[in-house]
């Protein structure tokens, strides 16, 4: 290896991530950590459950998120363990699809405290070691949905949870800025996996006709989006909600 191929290597070494990565037992979020783990990145993840399928490539914590004391003891013991993160990506999420009038009281209350409340809890704790990192770029990802734009019916409760995240990763790209902490969403499509599976056919067609891009998204077309908000290219990047697809 000639002298200026080592440089770019450690370049590129130095810019990997400690990332941590919520809902990692299936889905997008056991797909983005096993893409983050292949990508050269240390992943830590964690989930109610533990990661079906082959064992997962990272550290793995099991935790409800929306167990507050639960959540600070898998912090304390990341900071115990780690010292500090590069990264945080707010993947854990639930929905429940029903009209507004049919929903329970505490269905809503689920879906509040894992999409919103727990999200603002692991970015408060990710805050905390994101200021012990070395690394040059911090980033929060906060992954939201088409739902908060169409306005669909039997996704009230789910959708205002999710613009609720998009509200505050627009203020705290303000505040945590300062910090040179970047915060961005990344507002998905119907993506093919176990939930989409269980929705009707014609739901799905009705939302993909909807997009610029009409057909329905594939877990690659996210590596892309993610990759670049993670990486230094993204450097001016921050509060921004993007979403794939084109919504029109």
């Known amino acids: 290896m000639n002298r200026a191929s080592a440089l770019r290597r450690v370049i590129?070494?130095?810019h990997l991530m400690r990332i941590?990565?919520?809902g990692v037992s299936r889905g997008i979020g056991r797909k983005l950590a096993q893409h983050a783990i292949d990508?050269?990145?240390e992943v830590l993840g964690c989930s109610?459950?533990?990661p079906e399928g082959r064992p997962f490539g990272g550290r793995h914590f099991k935790v409800d998120l929306a167990d507050t004391v639960r959540l600070?003891?898998?912090?304390?013991?990341?900071r115990k363990e780690y010292g500090s993160i590069d990264a945080l990506i707010n993947n854990a999420a639930v929905a429940r699809m029903a009209p507004f009038l049919l929903l329970r009281d505490e269905e809503i209350r689920r879906m509040f405290e894992l999409n919103v409340f727990s999200a603002f809890n692991c970015i408060r704790e990710a805050v905390k070691l994101f200021r012990r990192s070395c690394h040059p770029y911090p980033s929060?990802?906060?992954?939201?949905?088409?739902?908060?734009?169409?306005?669909?019916?039997g996704q009230m409760a789910y959708a205002a949870s999710k613009a609720a995240i998009e509200q505050?990763?627009?203020t705290l790209a303000h505040e945590l800025a300062p910090l040179n902490i970047r915060v961005n969403a990344l507002g998905l499509p119907p993506v093919r996996t176990a939930l989409t599976r269980s929705v009707p056919a014609e739901k799905i067609e009705a939302l993909v006709a909807r997009q610029a891009i009409p057909r329905v998204c594939e877990f690659s077309d996210l590596v892309g989006p993610i990759d670049f908000l993670l990486s230094e290219g993204?450097?001016?990047v921050t509060g921004e909600t993007i979403f794939l697809g084109g919504v029109k």
Do not use: D, K
Request: proline share 0%.
């Open 12 to 14: 590129v070494v130095s």
């Open 20 to 22: 941590l990565i919520t």
């Open 39 to 41: 990508s050269g990145h």
């Open 48 to 50: 109610r459950t533990v």
């Open 72 to 78: 600070s003891g898998m912090f304390r013991q990341i």
């Open 140 to 153: 929060i990802i906060n992954l939201t949905t088409v739902a908060t734009i169409y306005s669909l019916e």
């Open 168 to 170: 505050a990763t627009r």
């Open 234 to 236: 993204a450097r001016m």
